[in-house]
């Protein structure tokens, strides 16, 4: 069955960057000057995704607005003769459906996802969480749209991270390998180091078969007292094959002020009409 819809999870309090989030969701923070639900909405979009079920709280109407290209803000940018600046967001609105459901606890990225059952059907979905922002050439999502298309069970997102990180991640236990695609039997949750199975920290992007929404209505809560998307799919994992894809472009946790920064810079660099600007502000504060 081809993968149409995606879920993207935008719901959490963003307390890490208050004070501006006590008025701006998380979600709306920019990259440089994309939001990153923006970047996460174009990625699914590049996959083919057809249909977003975005997962919103309540008071989050910033959000619709944003994708809202018949908003007043669009319409004086069309007669003002600057339809240039909405240009990405107007394509963006015409490619891809989307759809609002919300989540009215902050009860986890497993409950954020069940959530959207009703929106999604039976259907395989991709999860995209906007957080981590991929750089690179190809469609993240869409590449393991490819792989899920194969297998027909779950695919998870993953990075190398340091060894030291391990205990904060959840991390796969890979069985075998195929270049950047890895069989796997399972996953943890924060491991020790000597007790992880690999360096393979889960990211947040994921393709998954119908069958996780009656996995995660039988999860228990867990830290937090929340439901973990995490612990959906490994009750998956004894019932379907599961892989993993290490992606080749670079990832930015833009739910921490440095990443979002670092994000922001890189951004930047790669702007013809700033890069030389900001590369002489960097060397100025070196020195």
């Known amino acids: 069955m081809n993968v149409r819809k995606a879920v993207i999870p935008t719901a959490g309090l963003g307390t890490r960057f208050l004070p501006v989030t006590k008025a701006v969701p998380k979600a709306l923070l920019p990259v440089l000057d994309t939001p990153v639900i923006h970047l996460a909405v174009e990625e699914a979009a590049a996959a083919g995704i057809q249909h977003v079920v975005m997962v919103v709280s309540p008071h989050q109407e910033a959000i619709a607005s944003y994708f809202d290209v018949s908003s007043d803000v669009a319409r ?101 390998r195929n270049g950047r695609v890895y069989e796997i039997s399972g996953l943890v949750e924060k491991p020790s180091i000597e007790e992880a199975p690999s360096n393979l920290a889960v990211v947040g992007r994921y393709v998954l078969p119908p069958e996780i929404f009656a996995a995660l209505e039988r999860t228990s809560p867990g830290a937090g007292g929340e439901i973990w998307l995490a612990d959906g799919i490994a009750a998956l994992l004894k019932t379907h094959r599961g892989t993993a894809y290490r992606f080749p472009g670079e990832l930015f946790d833009t739910g921490v002020p440095a990443g979002m920064l670092k994000a922001s810079i890189r951004e930047a660099l790669d702007r013809d009409d700033m890069s030389d600007e900001i590369q002489a502000y960097i060397q100025d504060l070196a020195q």
Do not use: C, F, W
């Open 76 to 176: 004086m940018l069309e007669r003002q003769g600057r339809a240039a600046l909405i240009e990405r967001v107007s394509d963006l609105a015409r490619t891809v459906e989307i759809t609002y459901v919300q989540q009215r606890e902050p009860l986890g990225n497993g409950h954020a996802v069940l959530v959207a059952k009703e929106a999604v059907g039976n259907e395989p979905l991709a999860v995209l969480l906007p957080d981590d922002v991929i750089r690179g050439g190809e469609s993240t999502i869409g590449r393991m749209i490819e792989i899920y298309q194969e297998t027909g069970g779950p695919v998870i997102g993953v990075a190398e991270t340091p060894e030291e990180t391990i205990p904060q991640k959840g991390v796969v236990a890979p069985t075998s």
